[in-house]
């Protein structure tokens, strides 16, 4: 109960229903019916299959036999005792908070959020209708005697739409989500509104004060409502969402089975024979008058959900009516009826009777309707292009099963297993039942309808995507909560792609957030110290300087205006001024004697540059403003009966407020610093956001072949997810030239986030393995989670690193000192101002550039990737502009270098931008001593960069980085010349790709161009273009064949001898 409950005199019932008991119990005996309740519950779910309306019409059967058995038998009576006695207000804080928490659970947030006052609309409604036209009809037709008062709590119970119920025939068949929140969300609003009724009504008459907190108390159902819709799978650590909602729901069952048994044990233990044949018919005139109710609110606010939802419909709007079903909300308070009612009425049990026989007729008979609508109308019907796309996403499981069951025969272990067995249990077939007949024509829809249905999908994925990178740690909470809830906003808008500029308001916060900041700045700038100092022979003149410009005089000038604070409060305050008049007239001397003391001082030393300052120029007319009070206080005293020297008097004493606009100068370094932080952290959320958004779209274009098979769908896709991204690239591009400190801090962090999360799940792997003893693995677990709790406390800002360090970032150097300090030698730093061109497409190389801050666009006609013309031209390929953003750490120019042919683009500045730049001459220098080793690893970073951002089919599962190659030392470059054959897929290799050139299959005469993953049942393959370069991914525990793939480090050892001398002495 609530803490004001003691305050009101709640009514004590000894029956739920009013009966006075006969015996007492004095045996905890209870808890076996509880126990034996749940078990009678769990084995109905498990013999009928989880169909909910039998259960509960069994399990309202079952305590009904329960109860008539408690008026035979003495026994069973004080088994009963405790449920008896105890008041129904109890049972409504135990049980309604958990399912009421759990309908609000299973809605989504976003989906109320843009449809809030549409739903909010539908359920008061529906609360009003019901009270009305359900209530009239129990007033006109009921036989028995009831009082208003009674008919109309009667009538609001019975009008309770189950919000648990009322969705339970639509999970799992399909049905759009948008039109189960809308069914929810309305119950939920109708159950809140009647029970702040109840609650209300429960305290009528009572003390204000035990109203009010009754009222207060109320909110408690918004709160619990509230918890629900903001908890969602990113609330829960990854892997205990699925845990807790499973334990929710049993929960949540076992209350709908308690309460359901209780009103059959209730019932039985009344008197049923007084209940006449009257009762049976008045239960269907009920019935119909619920759904007769329930079709005027829809009716109703159909205009609404018409105008503001573009897939509502009048198919809508029959599963609404249909979906009117009540259950265990409705149960809960119908013993409340009786209890609230003033005059008390002969049969209390036809209350309960009425509400259990309304709650089950509508169970079973609206929800076989509701199921048998969807499936008429074709609600839950797929459509063709979504049934297009899973076959698409089916064949492509296929394919994957076929090739593993390829690769599987190959293997000397399973050489004796039958294949055609496998191969037919593996082989999956899309149920085709789910299709309508409309659907199964020959048309095919239009590309305006596979581009929305794709739409979807792409939102889908997106999500999946913010998900996946949240749980493996790699994008924060609060910017995957942001993303995920633009993902739904803009996944209800027709036609609407969501684009980095549609996920947050970052542009306009962070314009205003900067002007504040320059206007503080700007009311802050001390320019009180001019460059002004007085002659030595002037040692007065020295003295007063080092007065004015010392701390202690500025500070006291604060003292002062904040002890004026309590005179001015005086002032104000009519009653307190009238009888301290001459004292506050004195202080007001004083303060304004003592401000022109201090402008004097300012004055002698900074002369006519005092008013060049504002906050001066403030206290001066500050200064003015105190004489003219002054002198108004002096006139009205002399004359006390002029009405408009006293006016002006009143005037002027409210203009004292402006004494107190100096303190603001106090606080501006605060203010400036806390205006600092929140724009610091929009950044790095910014930056977060974006990322992971950029993320998703890499994700997502790897996918829409899956989508749609259609060619042109798909090019749309690809060009509207291509221009996303480079949006997005773009954005982060800013933001990092923007504050590149917080851009560091943010990099730096996540790093240390990832080496500390690999390192736990190795951790976690040993220990599962029994490497690790459990004690040590529990406190170096302990260890880690601590190590990465602390980053909460990571600072902010990092300075950036200077640009010699930033030759430690380039990856295929390694961090070797001797080819840093060789690098470091011969680099130059290149600087370039907004709207430079670094270098021209079809321009030679000049060398590379690694950019150290700012922001370069690429811009090509042509990504060619090594491909011979003609080839291209044979095969149609189409020629795609080339657009791209380089940021802080990117290199320009290097695969250019590496074939010293013409650049594939045009690189231009888009913000001010330093690089650090390594001449073509320098580099091909350090190939000849450091030969063939550098040259080689260079082609292997362009390779895996290649791979990383065009190839993903086939190799998803795969953490493909240069780094992790090192580690593995699973990945190396194949050289293949024209015309030259190679032997690919044997027992070592895992993935073949072609990252630049073009290969045949000699047994199809099949050609793969670059970028692309050469099929698993390709075993030869030969060069087509003059260069090919192949990069090829091994098993683990492979060892290297071939001579190509033995890449050592070679160097001239004369010059190499040279340099590491040079540098070691240096």
């Known amino acids: 109960m609530n803490d004001f409950e003691e305050n009101i005199s709640m009514p004590n019932p000894d029956l739920i229903c009013g009966r006075i008991d006969e015996v007492t119990s004095s045996e905890p005996h209870f808890m076996l019916l509880l126990f034996f309740i749940i078990f009678v519950a769990g084995m109905l779910k498990v013999v009928l299959r989880n169909y909910e309306p039998a259960i509960l019409t069994l399990l309202s059967l079952f305590g009904f036999c329960i109860g008539l058995l408690g008026r035979q038998f003495n026994e069973v009576q004080q088994l009963l005792y405790p449920l008896l006695k105890t008041n129904n207000y109890v049972f409504l804080n135990i049980f309604l908070p958990l399912m009421t928490f759990m309908a609000a659970l299973e809605m989504d947030f976003y989906i109320l959020k843009n449809m809030f006052w549409q739903i909010l609309i539908t359920g008061l409604t529906s609360f009003v209708t019901a009270f009305v036209f359900i209530g009239y009809i129990v007033v006109k037709l009921n036989k028995y005697t009831w ?401 004015v410009f010392s701390e202690e005089f500025q500070y006291t000038g604060y003292i002062v205006t904040l002890l004026y604070f309590f005179p001015m409060i005086m002032h104000l305050w009519p009653t307190v001024r009238d009888s301290h008049v001459r004292g506050l007239i004195i202080v007001n001397y004083y303060f304004v004697f003592l401000c022109i003391i201090e402008a004097t001082l300012k004055i002698l030393i900074m002369r006519n540059r005092y008013f060049y300052e504002s906050w001066n120029r403030l206290e001066f007319y500050t200064i003015i403003f105190g004489l003219i009070d002054i002198i108004c206080i002096h006139l009205v005293r002399e004359k006390p009966r002029d009405i408009v020297l006293i006016q002006c008097s009143v005037i002027l004493g409210f203009f004292r407020i402006i004494r107190f606009f100096r303190i603001f100068k106090m606080v501006l370094p605060t203010l400036i610093n806390i205006i600092e932080e929140i724009i610091k952290k929009r950044l790095s959320l910014m930056y977060s956001i974006t990322k992971g958004y950029i993320q998703s779209l890499e994700d997502t274009k790897f996918l829409i072949k899956q989508i749609s098979s259609r060619e042109s769908i798909f090019q749309k896709l690809y060009e509207i997810l291509e221009m996303n991204r480079r949006d997005a690239v773009k954005e982060l591009g800013l933001i990092e030239h923007e504050c590149r400190e917080v851009v560091i801090a943010l990099k730096t962090k996540q790093a240390i986030r990832n080496v500390l999360g690999k390192a736990l799940k190795n951790l976690r792997f040993l220990w599962s393995r029994g490497i690790i003893d459990k004690i040590e693995g529990i406190n170096m677990n302990k260890l880690f989670l601590g190590k990465i709790k602390s980053l909460n406390n990571f600072p902010m800002t990092v300075p950036p690193p200077t640009p010699e360090k930033f030759l430690h970032n380039i990856v295929w150097l390694e961090d070797k000192d001797v080819l840093i300090e060789f690098f470091k030698e011969k680099a130059q730093l290149a600087c370039f101002d907004y709207g430079d061109i670094i270098c021209k497409e079809g321009d030679m190389p000049q060398g590379l550039y690694l950019i150290i801050s700012g922001m370069s666009s690429l811009y090509g006609s042509l990504l060619h990737f090594g491909i011979d013309p003609k080839l291209r031209t044979l095969a149609h390929l189409p020629r795609t502009p080339y657009t791209e953003y380089l940021t802080s750490g990117d290199i320009i120019g290097e695969l250019s270098c590496l074939l010293k042919r013409e650049m594939g683009y045009t690189a231009t500045c888009e913000t001010i931008l330093q690089a650090c730049f390594i001449s073509l001459e320098d580099l091909y220098e350090g190939f000849d001593i450091f030969w063939s080793f550098l040259e080689y690893k260079i082609w292997l970073k362009v390779a895996i960069s290649i791979a990383n951002h065009h190839i993903k089919e086939g190799i998803m599962g795969e953490e493909l980085t240069y780094q992790r190659c090192l580690e593995k030392n699973n990945a190396y470059l194949e050289n293949l010349s024209r015309y030259s054959e190679l032997t690919i897929y044997n027992d070592t290799m895992l993935h073949v790709l072609i990252v630049y050139g073009s290969v045949l299959n000699v047994a199809t005469d099949e050609q793969h161009f670059a970028p692309s993953r050469i099929p698993s049942t390709c075993f030869q393959i030969q060069g087509t273009s003059n260069i090919n370069k192949l990069l090829i991914i091994q098993k683990e525990n492979a060892t290297r064949k071939g001579k190509s793939s033995d890449k050592e480090e070679y160097y001239d050892s004369g010059k190499f001898a040279y340099y590491t001398k040079k540098y070691a002495d240096g």
């Not at 009082?147 to 399909?174: A, E, R, W, Y």
């Not at 994925?461 to 949240?470: P, R």
């Open 147 to 547: 009082n208003v008062q009674s008919c109309l709590l009667f009538s609001i119970t019975i009008g309770i739409t189950d919000p648990l119920q009322s969705v339970h025939p639509l999970k799992g068949i399909g049905v759009s989500k948008i039109l189960i929140d809308i069914i929810r969300g309305e119950s939920l609003i109708s159950c809140g509104v009647s029970f702040v009724f109840f609650g209300i009504y429960r305290i009528f008459g009572r003390k204000t004060s035990a109203f009010k907190a009754e009222f207060l108390g109320l909110s408690g159902i918004i709160s619990v409502i509230s918890l629900g819709l903001l908890l969602d799978s990113l609330s829960f650590r990854p892997g205990t969402d699925i845990t807790i909602t499973k334990f929710l729901f049993i929960m949540t069952f076992s209350c709908q089975a308690f309460i359901f048994t209780f009103m059959g044990i209730v019932i039985g233990c009344e008197n049923i024979r007084e209940i006449e044949f009257h009762s049976l018919s008045f239960i269907i005139i009920l019935f119909v008058t619920v759904n007769a109710t329930r079709m005027l609110t829809i009716l109703l606010v159909s205009p609404v959900l018409l105008h503001s939802c573009y897939e509502f419909s009048w198919r809508w709007g029959i599963m609404l009516i249909c979906a009117g079903i009540k259950g265990s909300f409705n149960l809960i308070l119908a013993p409340d009826i009786y209890n609230l009612s003033q005059e008390k009425i002969v049969l209390p049990q036809l209350f309960l009777i009425y509400v259990l026989a309304m709650s089950i007729m509508t169970m079973i008979i609206n929800s076989a309707m509701v199921t048998h609508s969807a499936v008429t109308l074709g609600l839950c019907v797929i459509s063709l292009p979504r049934h297009m796309a899973m076959q698409n996403a089916i064949l492509h499981i296929q394919e994957v099963i076929n090739n593993t069951i390829m690769l599987s025969k190959t293997e000397n272990i399973l050489t004796n297993i039958l294949w055609s067995i496998v191969e037919e249990k593996t082989k999956i077939e899309y149920p085709s039942f789910f299709l309508g007949n409309d659907e199964k024509s020959d048309t095919f829809p239009t590309d305006e309808v596979l581009i929305e249905e794709a739409r979807l999908h792409v939102a889908i994925i997106q999500m999946s995507s913010f998900e996946t990178q949240y749980k493996d740690g790699s994008l924060p909470e609060a910017a995957a909560r942001i993303l995920i809830g633009a993902s739904k906003n803009y996944g209800t808008v027709q036609g609407k792609f969501m684009s980095i500029y549609d996920v947050t308001t970052y542009e306009k916060t962070r314009s205003w957030l900067i002007k504040v900041k320059n206007m503080l700045v700007f009311l802050s700038s001390q320019k009180d110290k001019i460059n002004f100092f007085p002659p030595e022979k002037s040692k007065f003149m020295g003295f007063i300087y080092k007065i």
